[in-house]
């Protein structure tokens, strides 16, 4: 899944989903790296696929769990 990055990311960061405006980030739902003094909240179940080197497109992967 494609997403928009507020700030680079690392394949081995966390990803966490906007949640509430602050500062310059106004946009809902843009991805970073942090929690930006609790802002954005982890997303449990997608890392980064793709590492991005600033703000922009970055490619998530979505882990869904199998049981039977």
Same mark, same amino acid.
Do not use: H, Q
């Given at each position: 899944?494609?997403a *928009?990055?507020?700030?680079?990311?690392?394949?081995? #960061?966390?990803?966490?989903?906007?949640? !509430?405006?602050?500062?310059?980030? !106004?946009?809902?739902?843009?991805?970073?790296? #942090?929690? #930006? $003094?609790? $802002? %954005?909240? =982890? %997303? !449990?179940?997608?890392?980064?696929?793709?590492?991005?080197?600033?703000?922009?497109? +970055?490619? =998530?992967? +979505?882990?869904?769990? *199998?049981?039977?």
């Amino acid at each position: 899944v494609w997403a *928009f990055a507020e700030e680079a990311m690392a394949i081995t #960061d966390g990803v966490y989903v906007r949640i !509430t405006a602050s500062g310059g980030n !106004t946009v809902l739902g843009k991805v970073r790296n #942090d929690a #930006d $003094t609790a $802002t %954005a909240t =982890l %997303a !449990t179940g997608i890392r980064v696929a793709k590492a991005c080197t600033a703000a922009g497109p +970055v490619l =998530l992967e +979505v882990v869904v769990p *199998f049981t039977s």
